[in-house]
């Protein structure tokens, strides 16, 4: 057995064994608490391909999250509380990784949030029809990153001057630009690019009291609620599969990584590992 197959069976024996403190749902990431293994099986699957691997929190996993969720895509969530469990098999020492099995019995971690995008991606079919195409999903998923970098602007007035609120105005006009009329932002069918734009828009609108809405970018607010009810994607907005924000993500400041609600129960379930 290679080394990584050991670590991978030690995972699953030990996200299978994952005891948590009875009854006890952690308030926040730094809990002492347990990791979590969290199954997604769309469709009848019995098995999962990828497993990733992140803290209990949407973060840098919630993308590669939402690429999963919405093309149907089996998997399991692997989400840790604290910072002791993961440094042996992470490649850089950080989360999210990738876990993928091949059906050759072959096995690969990924790490890099914008790598493991790619990669689904490309797997998926997510990613363009063609090489200019491709180029322009990968610069929309660059712009949407800019977009989530400024997301603490929302709790400033909708016109306000400062630097960061002008940036995030610029941004928005640009992407309301780039989409246009159209149902997606590159090509005729769904891409990362749109992943990546909901992904960023969405938290927006969430935690900045419908921040579209209330700073006028219509075609975003309308390509946001278009894709919020996507049957795949409305089914995992509302399961208990899905981590809330934390007071850090809210971006007004709090650097505590406090649930701003409780934590589904079904997630905190006993058995440790639990389909969703
Ligand atoms: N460039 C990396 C950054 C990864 C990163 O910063 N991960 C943080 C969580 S968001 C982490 O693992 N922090 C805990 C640690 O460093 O042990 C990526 O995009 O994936």
Known sequence: MSPATKVAAMLVMAATAAGVVAGEIPKSLSSEHDRIV???RPQGATSAAFQLHYFCLQGLGELPRLILEISQTPYDSVMYFTTKEYKSFAPFGQMPVLHVKKDDGSEAWLAQSGAIVRYLSKKLGLSGATEEEESMVDMVFEGSKDIMGKKPAVHEAVDSDSTDAQRLRMYLEKS??????????????????????????????EVGDK??????????????????????????????RRVPLTEKELGKGSDKYIYTRELPEGMIREEGKKEL
Not at 182 to 190: C, I
Not at 214 to 233: E, I, N, Q
Request: net charge neutral; proline share 2%.
């Open 38 to 40: 969290v199954s997604h």
């Open 176 to 205: 309301e630009g780039l989409l246009g009329s159209k149902q997606y932002f590159v090509g005729d069918k769904l891409t990362y690019a749109d992943v990546g734009m909901f992904h960023a828009l969405y938290t927006l609108q």
């Open 211 to 240: 921040y579209l809405d209330r700073a006028g970018y219509k075609s975003l607010s309308a390509f946001v609620t278009r894709m919020a009810s996507l049957p795949s994607l409305s089914a995992y907005l509302s399961s208990e």
